[in-house]
């Protein structure tokens, strides 16, 4: 055996065993905080990076520890930076501080379906049904399911099984990920009347269609796209005296009207034209919990919660906790970053592309556009700021701890601060930092 493959040999065999390593104190408090198998993996994985020699035998506990994810779940935090406030890949809208706190309350034993007055059962969720109706008192009541789409089906199942929908063909839409109106609504059992044409449907087209066997009269928000030119549409209030139940599926959420999103449908307005139950997201412009909010009638709202779907279609506690805290909690960033000053976010951009420079980095302050996303008012542009990077960075910084996530045009790499709040300016410059030292190797 030549000098090299003994020495290699030899450094193997002071590679620690994977018991004595464990027993480190800084992987034992890991194990104890991130369980057992998570750490071993990570030390399975320092091992095998000493036996290829990547690093030197002494420093495998250290290269462990390093590769400790910092928590027990697979998912990793990430910076928003691409202008893009609600981004369906990064769970929509992030929750606020309140929200978070209530959460925190609601993982241990909480009183979610118990009367500490009396030490009997109580109605689930009593609180949070209270602030949605306290939010949109013209709802006689108020139920939560677990997503948007959820509150469609148990309305279709409980108000039309083995009846009729009626729905506008403009509005046989596709809301993500494949997932189609039309389909979700033909596997409740319901079946679907379609009037009108794609871009033209009248009152008339509906009434003729409404009949004995009508469940309800179906109103679709088309919220991830637009049709303009020769377009004529039937509103709620255009609806709602057809002698059938009007439901509206705003989508987005909002609870009432946002002066920014003037053709965005808010629960409170559909309810005032007419719309016997509204349907909408909570995770979207109302910036909480992904779940599904239904308002309206009192008696339909009682069927749907009623109905044995309504069971599979249940929220946890700590979504109820969330959604309570963001309904009477301050406001959300999501609202902050809507009404984020353009001005303001340029000079964000500038001080932070500024001390960057005088780090000798390439960074330049830049307008830009940002969206609202998830689903929500198609075509609004935001007037936003962003700091512009070299594109070599993106890739790093969506690697980094936490990982930032920015957009790529013209071959530079846009780092948006709508999506960013401003507390977090600091982070945002220590990665680009931490990209640029990376992908120099300096």
Not at 95 to 122: F, H, K, N, P
Not at 128 to 148: F, I, S, T, W, Y
Not at 334 to 360: F, Y
Not at 365 to 380: D, I, K, L, M, Q
Request: glycine share 10%; net charge neutral; hydrophobic share 45%.
């Amino acid at each position: 055996m030549d000098h090299e493959a003994t020495a290699a040999a030899d450094a193997r065999r002071r590679i620690a065993r994977t018991d004595v390593l464990l027993a480190d104190p800084r992987l034992a408090e890991a194990a104890g905080r991130l369980g057992r198998g998570v750490v071993k993996a990570a030390v399975v994985a320092a091992q095998r990076r000493a036996r290829a020699g990547e690093i030197p035998p002494d420093a495998v506990a250290g290269a462990a520890v390093a590769a400790l994810p910092a928590t027990a779940s697979g998912l990793r935090p990430v910076l928003n930076a691409t202008g893009v406030l609600l981004h369906t890949n990064l769970g929509r809208a992030p929750l606020s501080d309140a929200a978070r706190e209530a959460v925190a309350v609601a993982s241990g034993a909480t009183d979610v379906e118990l009367d500490l007055e009396t030490g009997r059962r109580a109605r689930r969720g009593r609180s949070v049904l209270a602030a949605l109706l306290e939010r949109v008192p013209q709802a006689e009541a108020a139920h939560v399911v677990n997503n948007g789409a959820a509150a469609l089906v148990l309305a279709a199942t409980a108000l039309a099984g083995n009846r009729e929908i009626v729905i506008g063909r403009g509005e046989m839409v596709e809301i993500g990920d494949g997932f189609r109106i039309p389909e979700l609504l033909a596997a409740t059992g319901a079946r679907l009347r379609e009037v009108g044409t794609t871009n033209r449907t009248t009152p008339d087209d509906y009434a003729a269609a409404v009949g004995e066997d009508t469940g309800f009269i179906l109103k679709v928000h088309p919220s991830n796209f637009r049709i303009t030119g020769f377009t004529r549409g039937a509103d709620v209030a255009e609806l709602a005296g057809l002698g059938v139940p009007v439901v509206a599926d705003i989508g987005s959420g909002l609870l009432a009207p946002e002066p920014l999103l003037p053709d965005e449908p808010d629960a409170a307005s559909m309810l005032k034209a007419g719309a016997h139950l509204v349907t909408a997201s909570g995770d979207k412009l109302l910036g909480g919990p992904q779940c599904g909010l239904v308002l309206g009638h009192g008696d339909l709202v009682r069927r749907l919660a009623r109905h044995p779907l309504a069971r599979a279609l249940r929220v946890d506690k700590m979504t109820l906790a969330a959604l309570e805290a963001t309904v009477r909690g301050p406001r959300t960033p999501t609202e902050e970053a809507l009404h984020a000053d353009a001005a303001t976010l340029l000079a964000r951009a500038e001080r932070l592309a500024a001390r960057l420079r005088d780090d000798g980095l390439d960074a330049a302050a830049v307008r830009s556009e940002a969206a609202v996303g998830g689903g929500g008012a198609p075509g609004v542009v935001l007037p936003s700021a962003a700091v512009s990077v070299p594109d070599a960075y993106a890739a790093r910084l969506r690697r980094g701890t936490p990982a930032v996530m920015g957009r790529v045009e013209d071959g530079r790499c846009l780092l948006d601060l709508r999506s960013v709040p401003p507390d977090r300016d600091a982070d945002i410059a220590e990665a680009v930092r931490l990209a640029a030292s990376w992908c120099t190797g300096s």
